[in-house]
T-cell receptor, first 116, second 114 residues
């Protein structure tokens, strides 16, 4: 069974500083995908970044980068130059990429608060 | 370009009642997934619809059922509501042609069962 663990219920970061949100995963599959979503208080889940298990380079999307360490089964999200609008819940999720599997398995999330 | 839309935004129901939630996918998307998010938890996969059929189902009882229409919109039905069904229900759409990896979520429907 797939499992996502986010050990930081809450994090604080100073505006303009970088922050790392932790995510570890458990799977016996060789092929899988890892995602990070942002959920503001409005409720909508916003896609941030994706990393495939066979991707050799760490994914980057603007101020977001994913620190993928396959051997350690970790997929940490790094947000550079934090902004006040980054305050939200952040969820790590995994999808098994084998045929017939389409669901995302989510962690419990980390609440990020950006301090001015 | 309209994103994923859901209706209604909020809903209050009584135990034992039935509820129908609606979702319109992002333009060009043909696949709809439904998730339940309890307070303080991450979303949990309920099921996914593609070509008007349920393609995969998560660990939810048969009280949860769905439908996908020819225009790709979808409904989630929950029968015999329980207090524990109170949650944010999220709909996500994706495109099979684009690989189906990236799921776009709607704003959700917040269901309260009293």
């Amino acid at each position: 069974a797939q499992k996502i663990t986010q050990t930081q219920p809450g994090m604080f970061v100073q505006e303009k500083e970088a922050v790392t949100l932790d995510c570890t995963y458990d799977t016996s599959d060789q092929s899988y995908g890892l995602f990070w979503y942002k959920q503001p208080s409005s409720g909508e889940m916003i896609f941030l970044i994706y990393q495939g298990s066979y991707d050799e380079q760490n994914a980057t999307e603007g101020r977001y980068s994913l620190n993928f360490q396959k051997a350690r089964k970790s997929a940490n999200l790094v947000i550079s130059a934090s902004q006040l609008g980054d305050s939200a819940m952040y969820f790590c999720a995994m999808r098994h990429s084998g045929a017939g599997s389409y669901q995302l398995t989510f962690g419990k999330g980390t609440k990020l608060s950006v301090i001015p | 370009d309209a994103g994923v839309t859901q209706s209604p935004t909020h809903l209050i129901k009584t135990r034992g009642q039935q509820v129908t939630l609606r979702c319109s996918p992002k333009s060009g998307h043909d696949t709809v997934s439904w998730y339940q998010q309890a307070l303080g938890q991450g979303p949990q996969f309920i099921f996914q619809y593609y070509e008007e059929e349920e393609r995969q189902r998560g660990n939810f009882p048969d009280r949860f059922s769905g439908h996908q229409f020819p225009n790709y919109s979808s409904e989630l039905n929950v029968n015999a509501l329980l207090l524990g069904d109170s949650a944010l229900y999220l709909c996500a759409s994706s495109s099979q042609q684009a690989g189906g990896l990236k799921q776009y979520f709607g704003p959700g429907t917040r269901l309260t069962v009293t």
